[in-house]
């Protein structure tokens, strides 16, 4: 049976996730029905991260095996043609060995969380960004977060449901800049925890509206509890923009 590599993107609002549920909508479960379709039996789709409800995708991989050999673009389009209506996107596809794993071959995981700091509510933005109605500090962000870098006891900034056995991750990079009107948060590691990105993003948050000071987050961090974590920021604004092989 040959493996196929897929690279897809997906607005994450309609679904309940990436992992597939039987009581709603999950981006695993629309590639499976229009995988399913095209090799004329049950696929099962593995992805490289299972992204919550409402986070979007730039470059998720996932990959799955086909009982049919096709050329790799064929699996792309008839792929796509049976994911309409549901807004997930097969952008790229190619034949692996049969040892790739999606999730366990990965490299790095890279996100990016976007927010808007303007007072007047979004139009052509809205569901795809955090709006904060005030201006933010971006470079006070940026600084702040650089105490976050290398391996620590996040448990702070892990969400109660959380499942890994470890609170235990090494951040390998994490950045904060001005964009125009948009302020961009990048970070990258090889695995995170539940919604860690979206729990430091709000911490940082504060910092940028002058709640917090840079020894206010190394405190959170050093409290290792989850009481000391900011607000957490919405799925909106998260975005799993790459996965590294």
């Not at 405190?219 to 923009?241: I, N, S």
């Given at each position: 049976m040959p493996r196929y590599k897929l690279t897809l993107e997906y607005d994450g609002g309609p679904f309940m996730?990436?992992?597939?549920?039987?009581?709603?909508?999950s981006v695993q479960g629309s590639l499976q029905r229009a995988a399913a379709k095209?090799?004329?039996?049950?696929v099962e789709v593995i992805g490289a991260g299972r992204t919550d409800s409402g986070v979007h995708a730039l470059g998720q991989v996932a990959h799955l095996d086909l009982v049919k050999d096709l050329r790799p673009d064929t699996v792309r389009d008839a792929i796509n043609q049976h994911l309409r209506p549901d807004?997930?996107?097969?952008?790229?596809?190619?034949?692996?060995?049969?040892?790739?794993?999606?999730?366990?071959?990965?490299a790095r995981r890279?996100?990016?969380?976007?927010?808007?700091?303007?007072?007047?509510?979004?139009?052509?933005?809205?569901?795809?960004?955090w709006r904060v109605p005030v201006k933010l500090d971006a470079d006070?962000?940026?600084?702040?977060a650089q105490c976050l870098v290398g391996e620590h006891d996040f448990s702070t900034f892990r969400d109660v449901q959380c499942q890994a056995k470890s609170p235990v991750k090494t951040l390998?990079?994490?950045?904060?800049?001005?964009?125009a009107d948009e302020v961009e948060l990048t970070c990258s590691a090889l695995s995170f925890l539940h919604r860690q990105v979206?729990?430091?993003t709000g911490s940082l948050v504060e910092i940028g509206r002058g709640k917090w000071t840079g020894t206010d987050l190394v405190?959170?961090?050093?409290?290792?509890?989850?009481?000391?974590?900011?607000?957490?920021?919405?799925?909106?604004?998260?975005?799993?923009?790459r996965v590294d092989y």
């Open positions: 996730g990436w992992q597939w549920q039987d009581h709603g909508p095209l090799n004329g039996a049950p807004p997930v996107a097969v952008l790229d596809c190619v034949e692996v060995d049969t040892d790739f794993h999606a999730r366990f071959s990965a890279h996100y990016i969380y976007r927010i808007i700091d303007r007072r007047p509510p979004l139009t052509l933005d809205r569901g795809k960004v006070a962000m940026h600084a702040a390998d990079q994490i950045s904060v800049r001005r964009v979206r729990s430091i405190q959170a961090l050093k409290a290792r509890d989850r009481a000391a974590c900011g607000p957490v920021a919405p799925a909106d604004g998260l975005y799993l923009e």
